[in-house]
């Protein structure tokens, strides 16, 4: 069954910004590996490891070879004492094999005309008693390949009221905040974990390949305990790349 559509759209038009540990904090946990890739060796002494607020300080680890973070990134379980079903929940690992989104193309004016690059996001989805971490494999951070993180904070305890395609309203708890919604751009050597109850778009790969993604959350079985999901009319759009200025950051050229 479709999931059920808020009356009013946002009417708001996004530029993805890069995703780093800070900007990403009030939605949960940036991954990203606290040494730049082309670190051979662990520094020496430890001490002068570079440091960063949301980092754990490393141990070394694997008879020196290695240095650990730990932990990197929670894994909050909170459906014991707080899901109404009371149904036990388990920790679950899956697979998401996510193809290129297709874009659509639009010009914009103002001086000259360029086309740019656009996704319409239509629907957002929330884990409300669990994290859900994203982590990409085998996609190189110089490939013409990235994904879109998009997310809005929860309005807790407030409610929306929604309409299913059959003309019923239905009440949404805790509905996203779309004044504060945000989108970012990730590349392959980035992980995320969304937080607990933080509202999100389905996964959003724009480049030329698929993105095979590992992802760990904490599941009971229970469909609205596990997933809760919103749509909204068209109105909401991530401006992906405009003359293909922001795509070539990460090397995504306007032709996407």
Known sequence: MPPPTL?????LTLTPEPLTRTSFAPFGTAIIPPLPHNTTSAPDPLSSHPKHDLVPEPVAANQLSALKYSPISPLLNNYPGKCPS????????????????????????????TSASLFDVTILERHPYTTQTFSPLALSTDEETIYLVIVAPTLTGQTAIAKT??????????????????????????AVTYGAGTWHAPMVVVGTRRVDFVVSQFVNGVAEEDCQEVRFPQGLVVEVGSGGTRGEKVGVKARL
């Open 7 to 11: 009356p009013s759209s946002p009417g």
């Open 165 to 190: 395609d059959e003309g019923e309203k239905v009440t949404i708890r805790d509905p996203p905040d779309l004044s504060r919604i945000k989108a970012f751009w990730a590349t392959g050597a980035q």
């Open 86 to 113: 009371g149904k036990a929940s388990e920790a679950r690992m899956s697979m998401f094999s996510c193809f290129p989104r297709k874009l659509r193309t639009a010009t914009t004016s103002g001086g000259n005309d």
